[in-house]
Nanobody
Framework: QVQLVESGGGLVQAGGSLRLSCAAS????????MGWFRQAPGKEREFVAG????????DYADPVKGRFTISRDNAKNTVSLQMNSLKPEDTATYYC????????????WGQGTQVTVSA
């Protein structure tokens, strides 16, 4: 089992940047693919970015491509999301998630961190 704790959220003006971090417990962090999701009020949770266990493969949702970058440090059991050129529509609670494999889906979730982008 993996426990995830996000940090780094906050209030930022449009065009600004934030860096989210997710710290994972356990000694087998490098066996999990990691992802970031977000959920805005009144909307369903959506995929933002994903990274495979080695860190060599990443994937992004279209709305964030070119603005967000996901990375991981397996030695430190952390995954990060660098968010640049933020827009008001990026406002949401951001969640870190882990999955043992592609076919198993994301099984472990953090508690979320709030990101608010003002116009």
């Amino acid at each position: 089992q993996v426990q995830l704790v996000e940090s780094g959220g906050g209030l930022v003006q449009a065009g600004g940047s934030l860096r989210l971090s997710c710290a994972a417990s356990g000694r087998i962090f490098n066996r999990y693919d990691m992802g970031w999701f977000r959920q805005a009020p009144g909307k369903e949770r959506e995929f933002v970015a994903g990274i495979n266990r080695s860190g060599l493969s990443t994937d992004y949702a279209d709305p964030v491509k070119g603005r967000f970058t996901i990375s991981r440090d397996n030695a430190k059991n952390t995954v990060s999301l660098q968010m640049n050129s933020l827009k008001p529509e990026d406002t949401a609670t951001y969640y870190c998630a882990a999955r043992p494999g592609v076919l198993e889906g994301y099984k472990y979730w953090g508690q979320g961190t709030q990101v608010t982008v003002s116009a």
